[in-house]
T-cell receptor, first 114, second 114 residues
Framework: AQSVTQLGSHVSVSEGALVLLRCNYS??????LFWYVQYPNQGLQLLLK??????LVKGINGFEAEFKKSETSFHLTKPSAHMSDAAEYFC????????????FGAGTRLAVHP | DAGVIQSPRHEVTEMGQEVTLRCKPI?????LFWYRQTMMRGLELLIY????????DSGMPEDRFSAKMPNASFSTLKIQPSEPRDSAVYFC????????????FGPGTRLTVT
């Protein structure tokens, strides 16, 4: 069975600092992995995804994530935080066996301070 | 494309009343998901459909909850009777294809049961 663990429910960074949000997954099959962002009072929006191929995936708003099979990780990074990055971020893994069902992590709330 | 459309965006009702939430998926998508988000429990999958057929309703909290998808462009989530603990944000999402495609989320319905 698949599962997702996001380390740190709250992360705080200074504007211009590196953003690192951690995600570890468990999967018995090659995983499809996703990062979503949720701004206040909005739905979830895809940041990036990994399915196959290149393990370093670039997404919107300057975010990227690297799939590391040996570490079962898919951490999200951004070199320089912007105030507008303040939001909640969710890591998800697709459940094997079809039907496009996702299992979401508990989320990490990112705060960016001046 | 207009994206996933949900209505109403906000709903306030009294305990015991029936509540119906509505969702229009993205045209051409054959999977539809209903989620509930609360501070305490995070993002929970309630039920999902493939080609208008319910595939897994194991996340539906109890018999007071029901969902239908009469056609490819419309789904409802009904709560009858509603209780204060049902207060949450309810999201609808849709997707298609092999699982490499992301789920597209609607803006959500914020339900408050007094």
């Amino acid at each position: 069975a698949q599962s997702v663990t996001q380390l740190g429910s709250h992360v705080s960074v200074s504007e211009g600092a590196l953003v690192l949000l951690r995600c570890n997954y468990s999967s018995s099959v090659p995983p499809y992995l996703f990062w979503y962002v949720q701004y206040p009072n909005q739905g979830l929006q895809l940041l990036l995804k990994y399915t196959t191929g290149a393990t370093l995936v670039k997404g919107i708003n300057g975010f990227e994530a690297e799939f590391k099979k040996s570490e079962t990780s898919f951490h999200l990074t951004k070199p320089s935080a912007h105030m507008s990055d303040a939001a909640e971020y969710f890591c998800a893994v697709r459940v094997s066996g079809g039907y496009n069902k996702l299992i979401f992590g508990a989320g990490t709330r990112l705060a960016v301070h001046p | 494309d207009a994206g996933v459309i949900q209505s109403p965006r906000h709903e306030v009702t009294e305990m015991g009343q029936e509540v119906t939430l509505r969702c229009k998926p993205i045209s051409g998508h054959d999977y539809l998901f209903w989620y509930r988000q609360t501070m305490m429990r995070g993002l929970e999958l309630l039920i999902y459909f493939n080609n208008n057929v319910p595939i897994d309703d194991s996340g539906m909290p109890e018999d007071r909850f029901s969902a239908k998808m009469p056609n490819a462009s419309f789904s409802t989530l009904k709560i009858q009777p509603s209780e204060p603990r049902d207060s949450a944000v309810y999201f609808c999402a849709s997707t298609s294809g092999t699982g490499r495609s992301e789920q597209y989320f609607g803006p959500g319905t914020r339900l408050t049961v007094t």
